[in-house]
């Protein structure tokens, strides 16, 4: 699907995203993540050899996330996904440096680590009406 300007902005700015894996059991498993676009409305996220969402990606590729405006937390989207492609070696490591300079200002400090990219089934992006206060 094509994916939301405003869902895609979310994703690509230094917003924290929450992923929502499937356990064995079929329980649900969240956990904070970075998140980023990739290749034309795809999202992606990265993690390391062992994590326990790794596993859980292995035996059911459906994601669910949600993000929220660091600087306005009334703005925040959701997606439902499933993985399309697991990327590793430099073609990983040149997203997870996009997003860590993004959220640190430096390369990813780690030198491996898998990145997951999913194709977007349902976007929503929502406003609420609030206004924050200042001062």
Avoid at 12 to 39: E, I, M, Q, S
Avoid at 125 to 135: A, I
Wanted: proline fraction near 4%; aromatic fraction near 8%.
């Amino acid at each position: 699907m094509k994916l939301p300007a405003e869902v895609a902005e979310l994703f690509d700015r230094p917003n924290f995203a929450h992923v929502a894996t499937v356990l064995k059991d079929g329980g649900p498993h969240v956990v904070a993540v970075w998140a980023c676009t990739v290749a034309d409305d795809k999202v992606a996220f990265f993690r390391q050899t062992g994590s326990l969402k790794a596993r859980n990606l292995d035996g059911d590729g459906r994601v669910a996330m949600s993000v929220v405006d660091h600087d306005d937390p009334y703005k925040t989207a959701t997606i439902q996904g499933h993985l399309v492609e697991i990327r590793e070696g430099d073609a990983a490591l040149e997203v997870m440096d996009v997003m860590s300079v993004r959220h640190t200002g430096e390369p990813f400090p780690f030198r491996q680590g898998v990145l997951y990219v999913f194709e977007v089934d349902k976007a929503n992006f929502q406003k609420l009406g609030f206004e924050r206060k200042t001062g």
